[in-house]
């Protein structure tokens, strides 16, 4: 017999719960690029996704594919090494399953970090923007379909999806650790071809600070699930149109590669504090 998808995360979460002894507080998801910061957790537990009944697996490059549990900062943390995106060619539940799972496992705060392309003109490759919010393009919500009530209400209220005093806190130990970092609004297209330069002009017209084809649906559920949120966007080139010259994903890893340390401070300092 089918498991309905509330199944399946329950399956998921049995599963997990049964390779750990410890229970995660602080989740992470990885971006591209930031997936070593999972190496520096200690005693820890890695699961691969294909291991995990139901989890789905990422075929980007970039992205490892652990679930990653243990302590990081005197927390216990939770990391995706690597998440799945909406256009590979999976439904939106699916996409945001890994948050669900979280979400079961008790996860209460949840820290998002993506690679972004810049739309704010006085943005430049290797900026931190620290997301104050989304504009949701991708025309689709993973909340569309029967609501389960066990994840959540109907209609959730999404004012404060990123969590004030989380993007207060992040500025902070930025400040501490002279780690210099932007504020924006973090655009979510469905990708994988990167943006037109029709599409950045709009995306700016509207209020965009970044693009990006991953973060907006696992918001949109960790606000669903009633968790505290921070994202992080780390600028690794500029949108289609800024500088006239063709985007590359290689541009993409190599920027996010020369500020991994400073990302990874950060996110270290901000686990610190939550």
């Known amino acids: ?20 002894t410890t229970t995660p507080t602080i989740g992470l998801v990885l971006g591209s690029g ?22 789905p697996q990422s075929s980007v490059v970039g992205h490892a594919g652990n679930l990653v549990i243990g302590q990081l900062e005197g927390k216990t943390v939770i990391a995706l090494q690597g998440r799945v995106h909406f256009y590979e060619g999976i439904s939106m539940q699916t996409a945001t399953f890994s948050i669900r799972v979280m979400q079961l496992l ?40 029967e609501n389960i009530a066990e994840f959540g209400t109907r209609f959730p209220d999404m004012t404060y999806a990123y969590t004030p005093k989380l993007r207060e806190l992040a500025k902070t130990v930025a400040a501490k650790l002279a780690v210099p970092v932007r504020e924006g609004v973090y655009v979510g297209f469905t990708g994988p071809a990167y ?16 693009a990006g084809m991953s973060t907006v649906p696992e918001v949109i559920v960790a606000s669903h699930a009633q968790m505290e949120v921070v994202g992080i966007s780390c600028i690794t080139n500029m949108a289609a149109g800024v500088m006239n010259q063709p985007l590359d994903h ?11 340390h400073q990302f990874v401070q950060l996110v270290k300092g901000l686990i610190a504090q939550m």
């Open 1 to 20: 017999m089918t498991k309905t998808y509330y199944e399946q995360v329950q399956a998921a979460v049995a599963y997990i719960q049964t390779q750990v």
């Open 106 to 145: 008790g996860v209460k705060q949840l820290i998002v970090t993506n690679a972004a392309g810049g739309v704010n003109t006085t943005f430049e490759p290797g900026t931190l923007m620290i997301i104050e919010d989304h504009i949701n393009l991708m025309g689709t919500s993973p909340l569309i379909g």
């Open 34 to 55: 930031l997936g070593s910061l999972a190496d520096q957790i200690e005693d820890k537990i890695v699961l691969p996704y294909e291991t995990i009944p139901y989890f």
């Open 250 to 260: 290689s541009e993409v890893m190599d920027v996010a590669n020369r500020v991994h």
């Open 195 to 210: 943006e037109t330069p029709a599409e950045v002009r709009y995306a700016r017209i509207i209020g965009g600070d970044a």
